[in-house]
């Protein structure tokens, strides 16, 4: 700074300092040097209020007629301007582009990359990196870019384009692009602005044009987001897409065998390396226990997670969604720029207003064309008039410009009634100036098929404005002929069940415990060793005196002395089941009860007894299955007491709550009690029902009764591919996508099935009983294009056979399964149905059985004596295909 500049300053400031400034922080007026004190925080006020908007408008949120934020407008309409057909360097195009955006170039590669990515606007060339592994693409001098044919046809019309100047006034770039397609909502965007933001998730091609036929034929219509990487996704709090919904979007894993799992799809807005980062710190962190985990991800996705030895497979991929990325949440917030200003709009109401402009560019095109139309016809009409009427022969006597014009206006004038507007004064003008080559090579008959062609096209034209909503409707459908192939939903929609974090979780700590001095925890390692647990657990303890809290696990915890009971606490376990005696502090009677601890407060204090001061607990059993021991009750010897011994039956003792009493067992003082006999549980099996929407087993009632289980029962899994396998009732367990049966298991059940042998190509039919099995097997054999066509357990099935092709009219012909075949093992072929081709099998009404002359047909050694007798329930599971 000068030294003049300097000077200047001081003598201000020295004249700020000496002038009287008033109350409101300004110099009177009548002061020698008038100086205004602006405030700061008004400048402030005012202009982060201007930056907010520019930012909010200009470069963060989406516009909702053409669904693009500013950069990505500006992108495509240099793009157009380049456009040859040929493709340009993605740094030419940036540079381009700088002519209307002025933000720098970083900004403009990097939305140029994500319209590239988005595989619909803009056909790529070189490595454009990969939405999958989080891969960069390569430097903008080594990778091309034009625009598609879609964008081509969809996105640009310059004749119903608003135009406005461009930040230097050099330019004009479109206000916004007529985009006659939902764009935004095929996208989906995301952006950050001041104090604003806007997420929304991107739908499927094909879904959004068949949502915009329903919405224009006036039915009824839903859209759900679907995401470029795949997955699986519980939209059921979707709330269309406005702020305060949410999406839980899950990675698509498999169970190649017990100890590996593999990853084929990633949640959306995860890569494989996030995606095996979060795995390796869950496991790090002892939530799950893998051994190894390997990517070997190319064009798909595929990471192999190997389990270390004993993990359950089931409880790993549950924790994986419970503790990794491969579960996610997503918050979707519909915000768009409407006239000049945010605002929130479901995806379903942004949907229609995209519908809508789509109605009204059509019509707009339609109108311009009419127009044009119009006056072709009218000057083609004027043209042909004055050349075959000769007219322009009127002009060669006139010597000025105004009389040629009316020479040739009087000219016209009989035939002006055959036109259908006015002759103006340009009209003439252009007549003026045909070339005398086109005058003497003029065709009659050309000129007529041209204005029979116009007329025609007139006709056309005025029929789609008189019908634009058809006319949409047959737009979008050559839309999706065209540009619809290999654009099916890649997202899965499901109803995900809530995983219990703590039913998943790997124990990664051990639990010890003092019972003299009443700490237990993780760190007690002199202490005495309970069991494994994890650092997220609630530990149940129970006391001499009856009472009871359940407490967070810690290194080290104070429940009190005197513990008799320590465990890891499962709430709503209904199942186990304590059985205890007490001797109640105020009666002194010993009292019994058994008794499930459900759902309780943590670090609240509850009581098994009256809660009477010593009260204290005699004997105590805690009894997973509900089990019901014998137990032996010595008394006190007391005069007039004959016996002094007698036995307890708990089984005879109903199950009641935790805060019941219990029942009298003696008024007399216990001397001890021993058990005498364990006993065996008296709750009987455990329902089991399956929830088809999330393909889970639970014992809450949700979805269908499988049946009662217990100990060594299995549920039999048939998939539509024609595999089988046995599972336990576990509720952690997974079930295949396919799945078609899911029951209780029968050893000695009979199947029938129909099923089409693509090596042999042709239909068999055979019997046989499953084998028990945990791994899956086929059977329809091992060619991968042979497929089930139906499965019944009817014990005398009947199946219709329909034939095609050449035999189409050949009589449909009945199949008796249990005569026509014998039961063998299902690794048989089976026996071919027919020789004709086949254009149906279906199922028909079985019969009752065989007669008393028939005999029942005899199994083959390996499965002697296995069918069962006939099933009340009847047929269960069959299924017929349009072959």
């Known amino acids: 700074m000068s030294?003049?500049?300097?000077?200047?300053?001081?003598?201000?400031?020295?004249?700020?300092?000496?002038?009287?400034?008033?109350?409101?922080?300004?110099?009177?007026?009548?002061?020698?040097?008038?100086?205004?004190?602006?405030?700061?925080?008004?400048?402030?006020?005012?202009?982060?209020?201007?930056?907010?908007?520019?930012?909010?408008?200009?470069?963060?949120?989406p516009h909702l007629h053409d669904g693009l934020k500013p950069v990505q407008r500006r992108i495509l309409h240099s793009m157009k301007r380049l456009d040859d057909g040929r493709y340009n360097k993605v740094a030419n195009i940036i540079g381009h582009t700088m002519q209307f955006h002025p933000h720098g170039d970083a900004s403009?590669?990097?939305?140029?990359?994500?319209?590239?990515?988005?595989?619909?606007?803009?056909?790529?060339?070189?490595?454009?990196?990969?939405?999958?592994?989080?891969?960069?693409?390569?430097?903008?001098?080594?990778?091309?870019?034009?625009?598609?044919?879609?964008?081509?046809?969809?996105?640009?019309?310059?004749?119903?384009?608003?135009w406005k100047q461009s930040y230097d006034g050099r330019n004009k770039e479109p206000v916004t692009l007529p985009v006659k397609f939902p764009l935004l909502l095929y996208q989906g965007v995301e952006g950050i602005a001041v104090g604003l933001a806007s997420k929304i998730l991107p739908h499927n091609f094909n879904e959004l044009i068949d949502a915009g036929i329903q919405y224009l034929k006036g039915n009824e219509f839903e859209i759900l987001p679907d995401f470029p990487t795949g997955g699986m996704a519980d939209f059921s709090r979707y709330n269309d897409g406005i702020r305060g919904g949410?999406?839980?979007?899950?990675?698509?894993?498999?169970?190649?065998?017990?100890?590996?799992?593999?990853?084929?799809?990633?949640?959306?807005?995860?890569?494989?390396?996030?995606?095996?980062?979060?795995?390796?710190?869950?496991?790090?962190?002892?939530?799950?226990?893998?051994?190894?985990?390997?990517?070997?991800?190319?064009a798909n996705v595929e990471i192999i997670v190997q389990l270390a030895s004993g993990i359950s497979s089931d409880k790993t991929l549950d924790a994986l969604y419970a503790f990794t990325d491969c579960e996610v949440p997503i918050s979707p917030n519909s915000c768009v720029i409407e006239g000049d200003k945010p605002v929130f709009l479901g995806v379903n109401e942004m949907l229609r207003h995209a519908v809508d402009n789509t109605v009204s560019l059509l019509k707009l095109e339609l109108e311009i064309r009419l127009n044009e139309l119009e006056a072709d016809w009218h000057f083609s009409s004027l043209e042909k008039i004055f050349i075959e009427k000769r007219i322009y022969r009127d002009i060669e006597e006139c010597e000025t410009w105004d009389s040629i014009i009316e020479a040739i206006d009087k000219g016209l004038e009989p035939y002006k009634k055959l036109l259908r507007r006015e002759v103006t004064h340009e009209d003439i003008v252009k007549l003026t100036e045909i070339r005398i080559k086109r005058i003497s090579k003029f065709d009659s008959f050309k000129s007529d098929d041209h204005i029979k062609g116009i007329e025609e096209e007139i006709l056309e034209v005025k029929n789609h404005l008189n019908n634009i909503i058809p006319y949409t409707i047959n737009y979008y459908k050559q839309i999706k002929k065209r540009y619809g192939k290999g654009k099916e939903r890649r997202t899965e929609i499901r109803n995900f069940d809530t995983i219990v974090a703590t039913k998943v979780v790997a124990t990664n700590q051990k639990l010890y415990v003092n019972w003299k001095e009443g700490f237990f925890g993780t760190s007690l390692k002199k202490d005495e060793f309970v069991c494994d647990c994890?650092?997220?657990?609630?530990?149940?303890?129970?006391?001499?005196?009856?009472?009871?809290?359940?407490?967070?696990?810690?290194?080290?915890?104070?429940?009190?002395?005197?513990?008799?009971?320590?465990?890891?606490?499962?709430?709503?376990?209904?199942?186990?089941?304590?059985?205890?005696?007490?001797?109640?502090?105020?009666?002194?009677?010993?009292?019994?009860?058994?008794?499930?601890?459900?759902?309780?407060?943590?670090?609240?204090?509850?009581?098994?007894?009256k809660n009477n001061k010593n009260s204290r607990i005699l004997y105590f059993s805690a009894n997973p299955n509900g089990e019901a021991e014998t137990i032996?009750?010595?008394?006190?010897?007391?005069?007039?007491?004959?016996?002094?011994?007698?036995?307890?039956?708990?089984?005879?003792?109903?199950?009641?709550?935790?805060?019941?009493?219990?029942?009298?067992?003696?008024?007399?003082?216990?001397?001890?009690?021993?058990?005498?006999e364990k006993g065996v549980s008296t709750l009987g099996g455990r329902k089991i029902w399956f929830d088809e929407d999330v393909l889970r087993l639970n014992a809450d009632g949700r979805g269908r009764l499988l049946g009662e289980f217990a100990g060594h029962d299995?549920?039999?899994?048939?998939?539509?591919?024609?595999?089988?396998?046995?599972?336990?009732?576990?509720?952690?367990?997974?079930?295949?996508?396919?799945?078609?049966?899911?029951?209780?298991?029968?050893?000695?059940?009979?199947?029938?099935?129909?099923?089409?042998?693509?090596?042999?190509?042709?239909?068999?039919?055979?019997?046989?009983?499953?084998?028990?099995?945990?791994?899956?097997?086929?059977?329809?054999?091992?060619?991968?294009?042979?497929?089930?066509?139906?499965?019944?357990?009817?014990?005398?099935?009947?199946?219709?056979?329909?034939?095609?092709?050449?035999?189409?009219?050949?009589?449909?012909?009945?199949?008796?399964?249990?005569?026509?075949?014998?039961?063998?093992s299902y690794k048989a072929k089976g026996k071919r149905l027919t020789k004709y081709q086949v254009e149906l099998v279906k199922e028909?009404?079985?019969?009752?059985?065989?007669?008393?002359?028939?005999?029942?047909?005899?199994?083959?050694?390996?499965?002697?004596?296995?069918?069962?007798?006939?099933?009340?329930?009847?047929?269960?599971?069959?299924?017929?295909?349009?072959?």
């Open 3 to 61: 030294e003049e500049e300097l000077e200047n300053i001081e003598n201000s400031e020295e004249s700020m300092d000496e002038g009287p400034i008033g109350p409101d922080g300004e110099v009177p007026s009548d002061s020698d040097d008038l100086h205004t004190v602006v405030h700061l925080s008004g400048m402030y006020q005012e202009w982060f209020l201007d930056y907010a908007s520019y930012v909010i408008l200009e470069r963060a949120v």
């Open 108 to 162: 403009i590669g990097d939305a140029l990359v994500q319209l590239g990515q988005k595989d619909l606007l803009v056909d790529t060339q070189g490595n454009w990196g990969n939405i999958l592994t989080g891969d960069g693409s390569a430097a903008p001098r080594y990778i091309e870019a034009r625009l598609s044919k879609f964008a081509l046809e969809v996105v640009f019309n310059p004749k119903t384009t608003e």
């Open 714 to 824: 299995r549920l039999l899994v048939i998939t539509r591919s024609g595999k089988f396998r046995l599972s336990t009732f576990d509720l952690e367990n997974h079930f295949e996508d396919d799945l078609y049966i899911l029951e209780k298991y029968k050893p000695k059940k009979v199947y029938s099935v129909i099923y089409y042998d693509a090596e042999q190509d042709y239909y068999y039919v055979k019997r046989f009983v499953l084998e028990p099995g945990e791994k899956l097997l086929s059977f329809v054999g091992d060619h991968p294009e042979s497929r089930m066509v139906s499965i019944t357990e009817v014990e005398y099935p009947r199946f219709e056979i329909n034939f095609g092709g050449k035999n189409k009219n050949r009589k449909p012909e009945i199949i008796e399964v249990a005569e026509f075949i014998s039961v063998k």
């Open 246 to 298: 949410t999406v839980k979007v899950r990675a698509r894993i498999e169970k190649l065998d017990k100890k590996h799992l593999i990853i084929t799809e990633v949640p959306y807005g995860k890569t494989t390396t996030s995606l095996i980062e979060s795995i390796v710190k869950a496991n790090d962190k002892g939530k799950i226990k893998i051994k190894k985990i390997d990517d070997n991800t190319a």
């Open 632 to 676: 032996k009750v010595t008394l006190k010897p007391r005069p007039r007491i004959r016996n002094l011994n007698f036995e307890l039956d708990f089984s005879e003792l109903a199950i009641k709550g935790r805060d019941a009493h219990g029942n009298i067992l003696t008024k007399n003082a216990v001397h001890k009690i021993v058990i005498k």
């Open 844 to 883: 028909v009404e079985p019969i009752e059985g065989f007669t008393e002359d028939e005999q029942s047909p005899e199994l083959p050694p390996e499965v002697d004596e296995k069918i069962d007798e006939p099933d009340e329930e009847g047929s269960n599971g069959q299924m017929t295909l349009d072959l």
């Open 534 to 609: 994890s650092d997220i657990d609630d530990i149940l303890t129970i006391r001499r005196d009856g009472s009871f809290q359940v407490t967070k696990i810690d290194e080290k915890v104070f429940a009190g002395k005197d513990i008799i009971h320590i465990a890891v606490f499962k709430k709503n376990d209904s199942r186990t089941i304590y059985n205890l005696v007490y001797r109640d502090g105020k009666s002194g009677y010993a009292m019994m009860k058994r008794s499930a601890i459900t759902g309780i407060t943590r670090e609240k204090g509850y009581n098994l007894t």
